[in-house]
C-alpha cells in the first residue's frame, strides 16, 4: 500500500509543516501532497520541499489547471521535476468558484475544453525537442522548455468528484484523485472509459 500526506497551509501563518513532511518520508510514505485553495500556491512549496527531501514524491492534489498559463506551469513543474530527480506528481482539476475565475480574468464557461487542452501543451513541452502545438486556445512553434522533466514526463493525477472528471482520468490521466472518499461508482467509470480509449486502466 502506498501512503500519502496531504498539507494544508492557509490563513495567516502559512508555514509549512517541515518537521511532519520529513517524518513521513523517513517513515516510508510514498508522496507528499499541496493543494491549491483559499488563495494558497501548490507548486512553488513544492520547490522548497525538492530540496530538503531525497526520496518521497511531490504533488499537487490539486492545482486548478484552467486559471493558469499552462506554458508557465510546464516549465515551473518541469524544474521541480528535474531539480527533484524526477519526483512531481502533477494533480489538476477544472475549478469550480466562478468567482475565482472572474477575479483573475479567466474564462470559466471554458474550462474543460481549457483543462485538457491543456494537459496536452505540457506534455508536448515536456516530451519535444522543439515543441510545436496548434490548439484552439494555445500556439506555438519550435518552442522549448528547459530544463525538461528527469522522465520527459510528469503523471498527470486528474482530481474531481464529478462523473466528467472521472471520464477525463480515464480518457487522459496517469491516475485519478476524486478527493472525496472513496466513490467505487467513479472509480469503475475511469476505468471503464479508459478501456473504451484502448487504455491501460
Known amino acids: ?5 496531504s498539507i494544508g497551509y492557509s490563513g495567516a501563518e502559512m508555514n509549512l509543516p517541515v518537521e511532519r513532511i520529513l517524518r513521513a518520508e523517513k517513515l516510508g510514505y510514498d508522496s507528499v ?9 501548490a507548486v512553488t512549496p ?9 526520496r518521497i514524491k511531490l504533488g499537487t492534489a490539486i492545482l486548478i489547471l484552467p486559471q493558469h498559463s499552462p ?14 530527480g524526477g519526483r512531481m506528481l502533477l494533480g489538476v482539476g477544472v475549478g469550480w468558484l466562478k468567482e475565482e475565475f472572474d477575479a483573475i480574468g479567466a474564462e470559466f464557461e471554458t474550462r474543460g475544453p481549457r483543462m485538457d487542452e491543456y494537459i ?3 506534455r508536448e513541452l515536456w516530451s519535444a525537442d522543439e515543441p510545436t502545438f496548434n ?48 466513490p467505487e461508482e467513479l ?11 484502448d487504455r491501460d486502466p
Request: positive net charge.
Open 33 to 41: 501532497w499541496t493543494a491549491e485553495a483559499y488563495g494558497s500556491d
Open 71 to 84: 506554458v508557465v506551469a510546464a516549465k515551473q513543474i518541469a524544474t521541480i521535476d528535474h531539480m527533484s
Open 1 to 5: 500500500m502506498k501512503l500519502g500526506l
Open 187 to 197: 472509480f469503475v467509470l475511469a476505468r471503464e472509459t479508459a478501456i473504451k480509449h
Open 46 to 54: 513544492l520547490a522548497y520541499l525538492a530540496a530538503i527531501t531525497k
Open 120 to 122: 496536452a501543451v505540457m
Open 135 to 182: 490548439g484552439d486556445f494555445i500556439r506555438f512553434d519550435k518552442a522549448y522548455c528547459l530544463p525538461q522533466p528527469v522522465n520527459k514526463r510528469v503523471p498527470v493525477i486528474i482530481g474531481g468528484d464529478s462523473k466528467l472528471a472521472a471520464r477525463r482520468a480515464g480518457r487522459i490521466g496517469d491516475g485519478y484523485f476524486p478527493a472525496r472518499g472513496f
